[in-house]
């Protein structure tokens, strides 16, 4: 999932006229990198419930993020 979450943030990242264009953007994409940094990532030591938040919030970034991309793409899959 975090793959997939970097691939979504990698390609639109890339593309300043998508991030130009909404304040939104630019807050879900910093939501997202706050979500992959090592000190919110799950360790052995996490609990049960904060490591299903962690991944809920890993997903629910991710379905965003693909959305928004494959409404300014036309519904093309990013390249692998």
Same mark, same amino acid.
């Given at each position: 999932?975090? @793959?997939?979450? !970097? $691939?979504?943030? /990698?390609?639109? /990242?890339?593309?300043?006229?998508?991030?130009? @264009?909404?304040?939104?953007?630019?807050?879900?994409?910093? %939501? %997202? &990198? !706050? /979500?992959?940094?090592?000190?919110?990532?799950? $360790?052995? @030591?996490?609990?049960?419930?904060?490591?299903?938040?962690?991944?809920?919030?890993?997903?629910?970034?991710?379905?965003?993020?693909?959305?928004?991309?494959?409404?300014?793409? /036309?519904? @093309? &899959?990013?390249?692998?």
């Amino acid at each position: 999932m975090v @793959q997939h979450l !970097r $691939t979504f943030m /990698n390609h639109l /990242n890339g593309h300043d006229s998508i991030t130009a @264009q909404s304040v939104d953007v630019h807050n879900l994409l910093r %939501a %997202a &990198e !706050r /979500n992959l940094d090592v000190p919110v990532r799950p $360790t052995p @030591q996490t609990s049960h419930r904060d490591a299903y938040v962690y991944w809920h919030t890993s997903t629910t970034l991710t379905t965003a993020l693909r959305d928004l991309y494959l409404t300014h793409h /036309n519904g @093309q &899959e990013p390249p692998a």
